[in-house]
């Protein structure tokens, strides 16, 4: 049995958001100091590293998924498609960043935007397949997308 690499690259970003039909206090606009966790491993699934002995260098991750969350997250509020008071009165706020999400934007559903969609996007072109990605939404509470 041979030995399989993978790399993991921690991000972190802010934003707000609510989530709609909360039972308690996560039903307000609230925010939090977010951290991604992005694991990658060869796409071919073996041991293939570069010249410099790498699956990837760090700095493209850090690059290309943190500038998707700096452009669309990053100091915005993300909210779920379905709640239009919510999308309302933040299109009342000047400046203002929003991102709509299909679902409410738990970590949950967070981890698999950015696993089904995001990282698709951003990463296709690597030869690396994205094996899990990780939103902590506090320093004790996350939730882990993986296929």
């Known amino acids: 049995?041979?030995?399989?690499?993978?790399?993991?690259?921690?991000?972190?970003?802010?934003?707000?958001?609510?989530?709609?039909?909360?039972?308690?206090?996560?039903?307000?606009?609230?925010?939090?100091?977010?951290?991604?966790?992005?694991?990658?491993?060869?796409?071919?699934?073996?041991?293939?590293?570069?010249?410099?002995?790498?699956?990837?260098?760090?700095?493209?991750?850090?690059?290309?998924?943190?500038?998707?969350?700096?452009?669309?997250?990053?100091?915005?509020?993300?909210?779920?498609?379905?709640d239009t008071n919510g999308i309302a009165a933040l299109a009342l706020v000047e400046p203002g960043k929003t991102f709509v999400l299909p679902n409410n934007p738990t970590a949950e559903n967070m981890a698999r935007y950015l696993f089904d969609v995001v990282a698709p996007e951003v990463l296709g072109d690597l030869p690396v397949v994205v094996r899990r990605i990780v939103v902590w939404e506090t320093d004790t509470s996350c939730a882990t997308a993986t296929r």
Not at 52 to 63: E, S, T
Request: with cysteine; glycine share 12%; charged share 20%.
């Open 1 to 82: 049995m041979s030995t399989q690499l993978a790399i993991m690259r921690q991000l972190s970003f802010c934003a707000g958001h609510r989530l709609l039909g909360h039972e308690g206090k996560c039903a307000f606009f609230h925010g939090h100091n977010y951290k991604v966790d992005v694991e990658v491993a060869p796409r071919d699934g073996g041991d293939v590293l570069d010249g410099v002995g790498r699956i990837v260098d760090f700095a493209v991750i850090k690059q290309r998924l943190l500038g998707w969350l700096d452009e669309h997250w990053d100091h915005g509020f993300i909210v779920a498609a379905a």
